[in-house]
């Protein structure tokens, strides 16, 4: 079983890995839909590239503007990103294969995450829960 140290890390490692394709990138990519301009993909590059040398960075800056907000005490970030992810809009977190047996895996990893994205909605239901649960477990 993993101490409470290595759960510590590895939610902030999550943190890190998911905050920029699960929060800021959707956004840059709807604004690029909706006004054909390029300022949303030189946004997004600026991101990766800054993402690349400082690990975290897009966490501590969405982090820093719920707290700008005044409102980071009532958003739990990782019940938010496991929401985000579950949503399946993030495209940036698709397998490039196309053999046959990649697809079942990109199939599968996305049934995953819608499943796991109504966890935080169900878990103080326990019987919901535990449902959710065996229904992971038999698939």
């Known amino acids: 079983m993993a101490s409470p140290d290595e759960l510590d890390a590895a939610q902030h490692k999550l943190m890190v890995d998911m905050t920029f394709p699960c929060v800021v990138n959707p956004i840059l990519r709807e604004l690029e839909d909706k006004n054909h301009s390029t300022t949303p993909t030189l946004i997004r590059e600026s991101f990766e590239?800054?993402?690349?040398f400082y690990p975290?960075?897009?966490?501590?800056?969405?982090?820093?503007?719920l707290t700008?907000?005044?409102?980071?005490?009532?958003?739990?970030?990782?019940?938010?990103?496991?929401?985000?992810?579950?949503?399946?809009?993030?495209?940036?977190?698709?397998?490039?294969?196309?053999?046959?047996?990649?697809?079942?895996?990109?199939?599968?990893a996305d049934s995953l995450k819608l499943i796991l994205g109504r966890i935080p909605d169900e878990i103080s239901d326990r019987k919901k829960f535990l449902d959710t649960i065996k229904y992971c477990t038999l698939r």
């Open 68 to 108: 700008k907000a005044r409102i980071d005490d009532r958003i739990d970030m990782p019940e938010a990103i496991l929401k985000l992810e579950g949503s399946g809009e993030q495209k940036d977190v698709l397998l490039r294969r196309h053999e046959s047996v990649f697809r079942n895996l990109q199939h599968r």
């Open 56 to 65: 975290g960075f897009t966490e501590f800056f969405v982090r820093g503007l």
């Open 49 to 52: 590239e800054v993402e690349a």
